[in-house]
């Protein structure tokens, strides 16, 4: 055997220890419930610390990407044979069901490792205070939030209690604290301000998260934060710190008059701050007509869900985290195709809002939105021309996404996210892999 072979089956056999480990946890947490009497959310809460702590020794054990991807796909396995009818309600499903709220926490959690796991670069701190703020600070707002939350406040799941909020903050601050002294060389002043940042947007967004999904927004968040502003000056720190409040100030300010709930405005200033702090500033600028796009649609022409705006932001969200790891994960860049994806879906709403006798306007709209496609990306230097110019796509793409809501808005009242992202990535991910189908073909 070769010492290859035998590295590789070590890691399959750690892969297997650590699916069997949580099952030992599940069954262990459905043990507790049985003999000790603990609740549903202590199930879900103890089965996502163990989680998030056993994933901290995942750069220690695995050099190569390719054990955790295995990890992953194994454990959305067993996840979700877990969540069959047959399995939800009864043994080790119940530790991880028993909520009567509908939540995919788990799924969004393994995802959250992966990315983080692969996006780290070899930096402690860019993996570890992600998920200790998921395992510590998470858990010790739903345990005080349930024991002794009174200020409670809604959520589209839910509801959620200034106490476990409060409770959020604090345990993560002690953590940033500790994890930016121990694995950073950064001043203590710096440490001090930027361990009050990370704590508090990251209770920011667990507090504005929904259906499980600060499980994936609180780790990603917190990294992206710390990824962008770890080496920041002071000056630097204090003022993005500020920008951020003044941001969300105006937000809340104007949320009534956009017809936003307080929830959806704070979610949103959240999205355009940190897509600013991933990319240049004028990258949000697409995101941020879509999203006002979505909001005429959605005053002129509602859609089934209960709850549009916050499922438009969390589709933004992991349509833009997608790009991310494409454009990361195989290169080149595909921040322009990123910019096109939304400029079609800023068309697509725009379609919907239009009544039928002023469907006209959408041509010169969309024409101005292929023009801030053109305009952000003459400033995306590094970005490829995707095939010697970038018009006639945009053109394309654009007509695409908005023909169906033009010809048929009244097909778009269920599933509406669904069918205009979808029709929206068409064109650029057509692109992106002819693209590298060109490359490869020539390289050979």
């Known amino acids: 055997m070769t010492p290859e072979t035998a590295l590789a089956l070590r890691h399959v056999g750690l892969v297997l220890s650590f699916i069997l480990a949580l099952l030992g946890v599940l069954g262990f947490a459905r043990w507790l419930a049985e003999r000790e009497g603990l609740g549903p959310e202590g199930q879900r809460k103890l089965a996502h610390m163990a989680a998030g702590l056993s994933a901290l020794a ?20 067993v996840l979700g044979v877990l969540r069959l009818p047959a399995l939800r309600r009864r043994g080790l499903g119940a530790a991880l069901h028993g909520v009567e709220r509908q939540s995919f926490g788990e799924i969004w959690l393994i995802l959250a490792v992966g990315f983080l796991f692969l996006r780290s670069g070899g930096e402690p701190i860019l993996y570890a205070l992600p998920l200790l703020l998921l395992a510590l600070a998470d858990a010790a707002a739903a345990l005080v939030g349930s024991a002794y939350g009174r200020s409670r406040f809604a959520v589209a799941s839910g509801e959620k209690s200034l106490e476990g909020v409060t409770a959020f903050f604090i345990v993560a601050f002690l953590v940033s604290m500790i994890a930016l002294l121990l694995l950073t060389d950064i001043p203590r002043p710096a440490v001090i301000l930027l361990g009050l940042m990370t704590a508090a947007f990251a209770a920011l967004v667990e507090a504005d998260s929904w259906r499980g999904l600060d499980n994936l927004f609180v780790p990603v968040g917190a990294h992206f934060l710390l990824a962008s502003y770890l080496d920041a000056p002071l000056a630097e720190l204090a003022a993005m710190a500020g920008i951020f409040l003044i941001a969300l100030w105006a937000a809340l300010r104007l949320a009534p008059r956009l017809g936003l709930s307080d929830h959806a405005a704070r979610a949103a200033t959240v999205l355009i701050f940190l897509v600013c702090a991933v990319t240049k500033a004028q990258n949000a600028l697409l995101p941020a007509l879509a999203i006002l796009a979505h909001l005429a ?25 997608l790009w991310l790891g494409v454009g990361e994960g195989f290169g080149p860049t595909a921040i322009n195709l990123y910019g096109l994806t939304f400029a079609g879906i800023a068309a697509a709403h725009l379609a919907l809002a239009l009544p039928r006798r ?87």
């Open 58 to 77: 995942l750069p220690m054990l695995f050099r190569e990407p390719w054990p955790v991807m295995l990890l992953m796909g194994l454990s959305l396995l």
């Open 297 to 321: 649609a959605r005053r002129t022409r509602p859609d089934s869900s209960p709850f549009p705006d916050l499922d438009f932001l969390a589709a933004t969200a992991l349509v833009s985290l």
């Open 358 to 444: 002023r469907r006209w306007i959408w041509i010169p709209a969309a024409a101005a939105l292929g023009g801030a496609v053109w305009l952000v990306a003459r400033g995306n230097v590094h970005s490829p021309d995707w095939g010697g110019g970038f018009a006639p796509w945009i053109a394309l793409s654009l007509l695409l996404a908005g023909a169906g809501p033009l010809w048929r808005p009244e097909s778009y009242e269920t599933w509406r996210r669904a069918k205009i992202f979808a029709a929206a990535l068409i064109v650029p991910a057509g692109l992106y892999a002819a693209w590298h189908l060109m490359r490869g073909g020539l390289a050979a």
